[in-house]
């Protein structure tokens, strides 16, 4: 009986190893989740810094400036219940607060009201060569054109529209690298708006082969529905092939001077050794005659 009973309490609970089972699979559980919120706290902070990156190469203000910290608002009032109140029979007359509405908007973001387009800007940061099929070498220009009032206003309106791309290094119908012509509807078409900038996009694949050179002149004529013609022109550089960069390469100079040949110097071939006549050595078979070497500069 005592054996049977010292048998009986020494038999472990099975519901309690399936618990201690889930709390081992829990705990791996939380351990994993904490794993992946910092990986995602670190790919977040990656991101802001790449954000706050992108926005001072842009000339964008920082995100810390638009909003108002709220260290410096005032308390909360404490509120004191009044007794024997009175219904109020006509409303108070209430002064409204005065909101600052911050920094005035700049030229382009106010309403525009005058929509007479006088001028055309070209983009410098969206205008350029453009790689069409993300490999070495630019197959194209890109374009942003962005019309403007007397005010500096962007207008979004759009007219007849002509690029033309010139090669500066050459002349005459030489120097024409390649032409697009569009109408206003087409134009219309390409007006975008975005993050990076606002106006007609134009990405213009090249018509008749690569440039042979890297910078180019964009010239952009616009015009306008009452016939005005307004232009604008930007120096631009594109990218080319490795094998178009190449065919061209600098004459190869000589670093040092070519080897001259030294001037001869005037020697007698034969010179006479023959000793005077009341010498002893004149009737000695000695060589009466003897060979000047000849000079040789490679020697």
């Known amino acids: 009986m005592v054996c049977v009973l010292v048998l009986s309490g020494c038999r472990s609970d099975p519901n309690v190893a399936l618990l201690e089972r889930d709390l081992r699979y829990l705990e791996d559980k939380v351990y994993s989740l904490q794993d992946v919120v910092e990986e995602k706290d670190s790919q977040i902070n990656s991101i802001r810094r790449e954000n706050e990156t992108l926005r001072k190469r842009l000339g964008l203000p920082d995100l810390n400036d638009d909003f108002q910290s709220r260290s410096d608002l005032p308390d909360t009032p404490e509120l004191l219940m009044a007794t024997g109140l009175r219904p109020v029979t006509r409303s108070p007359a209430l002064q409204a607060p005065t909101i600052d509405l911050g920094m005035a908007l700049d030229a382009d973001e106010a309403e525009v009201i005058d929509r007479h387009v006088t001028a055309i800007q070209i983009n410098p940061r969206l205008s350029g060569g453009y790689d069409f099929d993300k490999k070495p070498g630019d197959e194209g220009v ?133 000793p005077p006549a009341d010498s002893p050595e004149a009737a000695t078979p000695a060589a009466r005659t003897a060979t000047a070497p000849e000079w040789k500069p490679y020697r």
Do not use: C
């Open 142 to 274: 890109m374009v942003v054109i962005e019309p403007r009032n007397r005010n500096g206003q962007y207008v979004d309106e759009t007219g007849q529209l002509s690029v033309v791309v010139l090669d500066p290094a050459r002349e005459g119908k030489d120097a024409y690298v390649a032409r697009w012509d569009f109408d206003s509807i087409d134009a219309q078409a390409k007006m975008k708006r975005s993050l990076l900038g606002k106006g007609i996009h134009l990405q213009l694949p090249w018509t008749a082969g690569y440039p042979e050179h890297e910078t180019l002149v964009l010239f952009v004529r616009y015009e306008t529905p009452d016939g005005r013609k307004l232009e604008q022109k930007k120096e631009i550089r594109v990218q080319l092939p490795a094998t178009i960069s190449s065919r061209w390469t600098p004459a190869m100079q000589d670093l040092q001077p070519r080897m001259t040949h030294a001037p001869r110097i005037n020697v007698p071939s034969v010179v006479d050794l023959t």
